[in-house]
Each structure stands twice: as structure tokens, then as C-alpha cells.
């Protein structure tokens, strides 16, 4: 059994690194202390796809998977220190 990421789920991954790297650790702790929400940056992930892997494309979904899904928000997490230690 092969467990290592395809092509794709790499680049999804890279692209979820980047995303929070450089779309919300600059900001983050700012907006934290003020307890801001940013629609803006919430409606980037879902361009991305963030929202909606699970779903299939011929209903509106990005047809990505579950495995995209987790491989995202793993990147997104790990930007976001007050969601848990490592």
C-alpha cells in the first residue's frame, strides 16, 4: 500500500501552506486580540476549493476528497497557534 501524496494532493497542500502563510499569520494575531472575522479571507478559501472537496463537481463541489480536505485544514491549523499546541 502506498502511502505517500499524489502530485495533486502536494500541490493542494503547498497551496493551503502558502495560503496561510502569507493570507493569515501576518494578520492573525491582531485580529485575534480584536476578535475580527474576515469574510474577505474566508471567501478566498473558498475559491480554493476549502469548502467544498467532499462534494462532487456536478453538484457544485471542487471533487477533490477528504483526504484534500484534511491535508488543507492540517496547513491552515498549523498557521493558527491558538488552536492548539504542537
Known amino acids: 500500500m502506498n502511502f505517500e501524496l499524489s502530485e495533486d494532493q502536494q500541490l493542494i497542500q503547498d497551496t493551503a501552506r502558502r ?6 499569520a501576518p494578520t492573525l494575531e491582531a485580529e485575534e486580540a480584536k476578535h475580527e472575522f474576515r469574510v474577505d479571507r474566508v471567501a478566498k478559501m473558498g475559491e480554493l476549493g476549502m469548502f467544498s472537496c467532499g462534494v462532487p463537481e456536478e453538484l457544485g463541489g471542487s471533487g477533490m476528497g477528504f483526504m484534500e480536505s484534511v491535508l488543507m485544514a492540517e496547513q491552515i491549523r498549523s498557521t493558527c497557534r491558538t488552536w492548539g499546541r504542537r
Not at 495560503?19 to 493569515?24: D, G, P, R, S, V
Open 19 to 24: 495560503f496561510a502563510a502569507e493570507e493569515i
